[in-house]
Nanobody, 126 residues
Framework: QVQLGESGGGLVQAGGSLRLSCAAS????????MAWFRQAPGKEREFVAA????????YYADSVKGRFTISRTNAKNTVYLQMNSLKPEDTAVYSC???????????????????WGQGTQVTVSS
């Protein structure tokens, strides 16, 4: 089992940047595929970005492609989400998630992830 804790959220003006971090504890972090999801008020949780175990493959939702970057430092048991050119529609609670399944496939679906953090609020003002 793994425990996940997000940090780095906050209030930022449109066009600004934030860097989210997700620290993991428990099983060997490098064995997990990781992802970020977000949930805005009144909306379902949606996929944002995902990364393979070694960090060599990354995947993004079309809405954030070119603005957000997911990365990981396995030696620090941490995955990051660098968010640039933020828009008001990026306002949401951002959660990290971990997938311990075998194989190289990296899911972009909520159902593909076994463990979730509590989330951190990101608010982008116009």
């Amino acid at each position: 089992q793994v425990q996940l804790g997000e940090s780095g959220g906050g209030l930022v003006q449109a066009g600004g940047s934030l860097r989210l971090s997700c620290a993991a504890s428990g099983r060997t972090f490098s064995q997990y595929k990781m992802a970020w999801f977000r949930q805005a008020p009144g909306k379902e949780r949606e996929f944002v970005a995902a990364i393979s175990r070694a960090g060599t493959r990354t995947y993004y939702a079309d809405s954030v492609k070119g603005r957000f970057t997911i990365s990981r430092t396995n030696a620090k048991n941490t995955v990051y989400l660098q968010m640039n050119s933020l828009k008001p529609e990026d306002t949401a609670v951002y959660s990290c998630a971990a997938d311990y399944s075998s194989g190289g496939y990296v899911s972009t679906e909520r159902s593909g992830y076994d463990y979730w953090g509590q989330g951190t609020q990101v608010t982008v003002s116009s």
